[in-house]
Structure formats: C-alpha cells, structure tokens
C-alpha cells in the first residue's frame, strides 16, 4: 500500500499515515530524504515526544520519567532522527548540520552511550560544546530538582512531627501527646463508662 513511486505532493500525507501506524522512523525518512525538511523532521519529533509526555498517568510518573530520563535506555524519537543525519542509509550522505542542531536542542533527550556512538569521530569536538553543555545543564537540574524534593518532604515531616507532639496551636484543634489532661474522681471512660478511680489512663486522639 505504501511502496513503490509515490507523487510527491504525497509525502506529507505519507507520513501522516505511517505516524498513526506507530512507524516513527519511516515517517522521519520522508521528512528527511524526500522532502529534505528538517524543521518539519523535528517538529514531528516534537509533537511524538509532546504526544508521549502528555500520556504520564500521573504528575508523579512524569516528574519520575523527567528525572530518570538522562538514565533511560530506551530508544527516543529525536534518536532516531540523529541516525538518519549521522548514519543515513545509501546512497545518501550524512548531513552535519541538521545533525548538530538536534544535538544541540535535544542532546539531553537521548541516552548518552548510544547518541556518542553515532557521533563519528572525524566530528570536531568543538562541534559538539552546546551538545555537552546541554546534557551538564539538565543533569544539574535533575540533581537540584531531587534536591529540593527531599528537602520538601524532609521539611514536611518535621511540621507532621510537631503537629503530633506539640498540637497545631489551634483553639479545639489537636493538642499533640504533650498536652494536659486533667482527671477528677467523678470523671468516667467514654468507652466503656468506668470510673477510672487508679486505673492506667490513655487519651485517645480527637
């Protein structure tokens, strides 16, 4: 159905097609190797990664996959996009620039071990300075993110703390297990409506 000579005002279409078939890198090839796009190329790969993002079940699920993604093994759709820039299949040839652009805005996307793997080494390494610096900036933010979580809930768990032995400090709120009782002779058990006379006494929490 989708082989064999294609007009071109049908690329397009194409890929359209083969985007709602789950079949990414096809889809890319077109925008690459028949269109020779590579703003369209990319803005495909941003709607795939908006589309994958938006999927999350939960905030925390996102927030878990944003700062695990410089560890994530799996392959990204803008990874797919380098190896056709960096590794395209014959006759075509390799093509730089486009190639350091998506480097450069989404390096830090793309696992790191198999994105260096592509990168061959006639590159030079002045090339790549925006790519580094990108990965070290979103690593620092993933490691300042972790940061201010754990001072977040360490912080919470304080106020819980002091909460539960000092009160809240609110007139008929929760008066903490710091709190005075007073039991007089005539006082009986809201339980079980027993003086308590000398009996062990525990208060139960409102």
Same mark, same amino acid.
Request: some cysteine; proline content about 7%; hydrophobic content about 35%.
């Given at each position: 159905?989708?082989?064999?000579?294609?007009?071109?005002? /049908?690329y397009?279409?194409?890929?359209? =097609?083969?985007?709602?078939?789950?079949?990414?890198?096809?889809?890319?090839?077109?925008? @690459? /190797?028949?269109?020779?796009?590579?703003?369209?190329?990319?803005?495909?790969?941003?709607? =795939?990664?908006?589309?994958?993002?938006?999927?999350?079940?939960?905030?925390?699920?996102?927030?878990?996959?944003?700062?695990?993604?410089?560890?994530?093994?799996?392959?990204?759709?803008?990874?797919?996009?380098?190896? +056709?820039?960096?590794?395209?299949?014959?006759? $075509?040839?390799?093509?730089?620039?486009?190639?350091?652009?998506?480097?450069?805005? $989404?390096?830090?996307?793309m696992?790191?071990?198999?994105?260096?793997?592509?990168?061959?080494?006639? +590159?030079?390494?002045?090339? +790549?300075?925006?790519?580094? &610096? *990108?990965?070290?900036?979103?690593?620092?933010?993933?490691?300042?993110?972790?940061? =201010?979580?754990?001072? +977040?809930?360490?912080?919470?768990?304080?106020?819980?703390?002091?909460?539960?032995?000092?009160?809240?400090?609110?007139?008929g709120?929760?008066?903490? &297990?710091?709190?005075? =009782?007073?039991?007089?002779?005539?006082r @009986?058990?809201? @339980?079980?409506?027993?003086? /308590?006379? *000398?009996?062990?006494?525990?208060?139960?929490?409102?």
């Amino acid at each position: 159905m989708l082989t064999g000579r294609v007009d071109p005002s /049908f690329y397009e279409p194409r890929a359209i =097609v083969l985007n709602r078939m789950g079949q990414h890198k096809q889809a890319l090839e077109i925008y @690459v /190797f028949k269109l020779q796009d590579p703003e369209k190329a990319e803005d495909y790969c941003n709607q =795939v990664q908006l589309a994958q993002t938006s999927s999350a079940i939960t905030p925390k699920q996102a927030q878990r996959s944003i700062a695990t993604d410089l560890e994530d093994k799996t392959t990204s759709i803008y990874h797919n996009l380098l190896s +056709l820039y960096l590794s395209p299949p014959p006759p $075509h040839k390799p093509q730089w620039g486009p190639a350091l652009q998506i480097l450069a805005k $989404h390096g830090a996307r793309m696992p790191a071990a198999s994105t260096l793997d592509l990168i061959p080494e006639i +590159l030079p390494i002045n090339d +790549l300075e925006s790519y580094f &610096r *990108g990965r070290i900036r979103s690593a620092n933010t993933a490691i300042n993110e972790s940061r =201010v979580t754990s001072a +977040l809930r360490s912080s919470l768990v304080f106020s819980e703390e002091a909460k539960l032995r000092l009160g809240d400090g609110v007139p008929g709120g929760n008066g903490g &297990r710091n709190r005075h =009782v007073l039991i007089s002779e005539d006082r @009986v058990c809201g @339980v079980c409506y027993k003086r /308590f006379g *000398g009996s062990a006494i525990k208060v139960l929490p409102k």
